[in-house]
């Protein structure tokens, strides 16, 4: 293998009688730096823009969700020795009821569809969500006076400004009275609330979320002490499978660090067959997934432009075998066999590609680093953050210096193969 080697960085760093062979070899070097570059750079800024995604998403869901494997609705009084084992959990940070529903919203004579989430005084004292009000403030209680905060995009639809005075009216068919044709209406419950603030996470959950207190969605859908949910956040939780230090739970009990998998296995196991126990990534799978198999075709359509700008590496290639056709009758004479002459130009041209490679990923990475300190490049129009956001992943540079080297290998063995059949 040292001798290929040999003749290879000699070929790749010789000056070769024609100029035309430099040239394309430069231009190939400098593409597959450029292609490089470009993979490293987008892959980060889509990386940042999937952290805010998922940031964002945090603020509304919780690490787990906990529903009822049939139905819509529990009881969790009827659960409590199970609850009360997730209480003395020290993992465990926070827990709350929840009750969500599909409702008809109605404001100053405009309708639209909206999905009502009931909330205890657990959530409404340690929800993130008071750190997305973009007008007025996070409130849902004026004394006993019931209050509800509201989705920017949904506000904007419905023209609600929580400076007015006018309530939002929900409604919601009723469960025990039947729908007359007389008087339709007298089948639909109404709760009337009063805004106190807007908040803005993403276009999904804008458009359609309204926050109130849960006695009042209860009130609204003719229940008890049902909930449809029991929300919990973890001490320091993490995503998926990872481990975070902790500090200390609302009872003040200190822990280590918290592995959000097992923590999610062992409350499935303690909640038993009647309970649902979804993660945050169970909770919105599809918008995962999505996320997931749109960097892939991302991934994919910048190493299909690697491929195309490693063509040139085929022509530079070609031209050097036809130049070098002396020294492989030379290499043959001398008794080299043809595998190892044909091995000799599969690493030259190898090594064209690996050069653009190191200097793409230099570039790219500087780029990227730039980008993600000092913020350069700004973000169109007005969005919540003022530049393009960049997040620089360990496995994004290991797969794209694996990805284009084998291009650029498998580019150099198709030229190489045509050596002695000639």
């Given at each position: 293998m040292k001798l290929p080697l040999l003749f290879a960085f000699r070929y790749l760093f010789a000056r070769k009688s024609h100029n035309v062979i430099n040239i394309i070899s430069g231009i190939s070097v400098a593409g597959m730096a450029i292609g490089t570059a470009a993979l490293i750079v987008i892959l980060s800024v889509y990386n940042?823009?999937?952290?805010?995604?998922?940031?964002?998403?945090?603020?509304?869901?919780?690490?787990f969700l906990i529903t009822p494997a049939s139905g819509k609705v529990f009881v969790p009084e009827e659960h409590r020795e199970a609850f009360d084992q997730l209480y003395e959990m020290p993992e465990i940070a926070t827990m709350c009821t929840v009750l969500e529903e599909s409702v008809f919203v109605s404001y100053d004579k405009r309708q639209a569809t909206a999905r009502a989430k009931?909330?205890?005084?657990?959530?409404?004292?340690?929800?993130?969500?008071?750190?997305?009000?973009?007008?007025?403030?996070?409130?849902?209680?004026?004394?006993d006076i019931p209050e509800v905060c509201v989705g920017a995009a949904l506000?904007?639809?419905?023209?609600?400004?929580?400076?007015?005075?006018?309530?939002?009216?929900?409604?919601?068919?009723?469960?025990?009275?039947?729908?007359?044709?007389?008087?339709?209406?007298?089948?639909?419950n109404c709760a009337k609330v009063y805004p106190t603030g807007i908040f803005s996470i993403n276009s999904d959950v804008d458009a359609q979320y309204v926050i109130l207190p849960i006695e009042k969605m209860r009130e609204l859908l003719e229940y008890e002490n049902e909930v449809s949910g029991v929300e919990i956040r973890l001490a320091e939780a993490v995503e998926g499978s990872g481990a975070a230090?902790?500090?200390?739970t609302a009872g003040g009990r200190a822990i280590g660090k918290v592995d959000a998998r097992k923590v999610g296995e062992r409350i499935a196991t303690i909640?038993?067959?009647?309970?649902?126990?979804?993660?945050?990534?169970?909770?919105?799978?599809?918008?995962?997934?999505?996320?997931?198999?749109?960097?892939?075709?991302?991934?994919?359509?910048?190493?299909?432009?690697?491929?195309?700008?490693?063509?040139?590496?085929?022509?530079?290639?070609?031209?050097?075998?036809?130049?070098?056709?002396?020294?492989?009758?030379t290499m043959r004479n001398l008794g080299m066999p043809e595998r190892m002459i044909r091995r000799v130009f599969v690493l030259e041209g190898w090594f064209i590609s690996l050069l653009g490679?190191?200097?793409?990923?230099?570039?790219?990475?500087?780029?990227?680093?730039?980008?993600?300190?000092?913020?350069?490049?700004?973000?169109?129009?007005?969005?919540?953050?003022?530049?393009?956001?960049?997040?620089?992943?360990?496995?994004?540079?290991?797969?794209?210096a694996l990805s284009v080297a084998l291009v650029g290998w498998l580019i150099a063995l198709i030229p190489a193969r045509r050596i002695g059949r000639e």
């Amino acid at each position: 293998m040292k001798l290929p080697l040999l003749f290879a960085f000699r070929y790749l760093f010789a000056r070769k009688s024609h100029n035309v062979i430099n040239i394309i070899s430069g231009i190939s070097v400098a593409g597959m730096a450029i292609g490089t570059a470009a993979l490293i750079v987008i892959l980060s800024v889509y990386n940042g823009f999937d952290a805010l995604v998922r940031s964002s998403m945090s603020t509304l869901d919780p690490d787990f969700l906990i529903t009822p494997a049939s139905g819509k609705v529990f009881v969790p009084e009827e659960h409590r020795e199970a609850f009360d084992q997730l209480y003395e959990m020290p993992e465990i940070a926070t827990m709350c009821t929840v009750l969500e529903e599909s409702v008809f919203v109605s404001y100053d004579k405009r309708q639209a569809t909206a999905r009502a989430k009931g909330v205890d005084e657990v959530y409404e004292q340690e929800t993130l969500l008071r750190e997305h009000i973009r007008s007025g403030q996070f409130r849902l209680h004026r004394g006993d006076i019931p209050e509800v905060c509201v989705g920017a995009a949904l506000a904007w639809q419905l023209g609600l400004n929580p400076r007015f005075v006018t309530p939002l009216e929900i409604w919601y068919p009723s469960r025990t009275r039947t729908i007359s044709l007389v008087n339709p209406t007298g089948a639909l419950n109404c709760a009337k609330v009063y805004p106190t603030g807007i908040f803005s996470i993403n276009s999904d959950v804008d458009a359609q979320y309204v926050i109130l207190p849960i006695e009042k969605m209860r009130e609204l859908l003719e229940y008890e002490n049902e909930v449809s949910g029991v929300e919990i956040r973890l001490a320091e939780a993490v995503e998926g499978s990872g481990a975070a230090e902790g500090s200390k739970t609302a009872g003040g009990r200190a822990i280590g660090k918290v592995d959000a998998r097992k923590v999610g296995e062992r409350i499935a196991t303690i909640m038993g067959d009647e309970f649902i126990v979804k993660d945050r990534y169970q909770q919105n799978e599809s918008v995962y997934k999505m996320m997931t198999y749109e960097k892939l075709v991302i991934w994919m359509i910048l190493l299909f432009v690697v491929l195309i700008i490693a063509f040139n590496i085929f022509g530079s290639l070609s031209m050097l075998i036809i130049e070098k056709k002396d020294d492989i009758t030379t290499m043959r004479n001398l008794g080299m066999p043809e595998r190892m002459i044909r091995r000799v130009f599969v690493l030259e041209g190898w090594f064209i590609s690996l050069l653009g490679l190191g200097i793409g990923l230099i570039l790219g990475l500087a780029v990227a680093y730039w980008q993600q300190q000092t913020g350069f490049i700004k973000m169109p129009g007005n969005f919540l953050i003022e530049s393009y956001p960049v997040v620089i992943q360990s496995l994004d540079i290991w797969v794209t210096a694996l990805s284009v080297a084998l291009v650029g290998w498998l580019i150099a063995l198709i030229p190489a193969r045509r050596i002695g059949r000639e």
